[in-house]
């Protein structure tokens, strides 16, 4: 069958082509906008993260050398990440130098060289997650 000339529109298999291609770039665009949704919630908990662990080693870090014990050190404790909570962990742990001798043989006599603080703060979305921030402070 022939369609005159002078008769416009639209046949069904243009428009059945068209919906598909629509189709395509709606479901590419919706898996693009919901991918990067998940990317920006990571990165927001990931900055609260970090957020949280530089806290706590600036707080640890203007304490006094001698005031820095393995009596600070804590295990677990829940800390808010926007809407989510996690943990924090801190361990204060004592060096020993290898440059001045270890142990029996160390040249200073002072066996306890610097102190290494250690902040783990953990959380958990679809998988476990974790951020460490360590540094070393000495007398």
Do not use: C
């Not at 050398?65 to 801190?90: A, F, K, P």
């Not at 997650?129 to 007398?139: A, G």
């Amino acid at each position: 069958m022939l369609i005159p000339p002078n008769q416009k529109g639209v046949s069904l298999v243009e428009a059945m082509i068209a919906i598909v291609i629509f189709m395509i770039i709606m479901i590419g665009g919706h898996s693009y906008f919901a991918r990067s949704h998940m990317v920006m919630a990571y990165g927001k908990l990931q900055r609260l993260a970090v957020a949280a662990a530089v806290h706590k080693m600036e707080s640890l870090v203007k304490l006094d050398y001698s005031s820095l014990s393995s009596s600070l050190n804590e295990t677990d404790v829940t800390i808010d990440l926007g809407n989510r909570s996690g943990t924090r962990s801190t361990t204060i742990t004592y060096i020993d130098d290898a440059a001045d001798g270890q142990a029996g043989a160390d040249s200073d006599g002072n066996t306890l060289d610097y102190k290494m603080i250690a902040v783990e703060i953990a959380w958990s979305d679809s998988r476990e997650q974790s951020y460490s921030l360590s540094t070393f402070v000495i007398e």
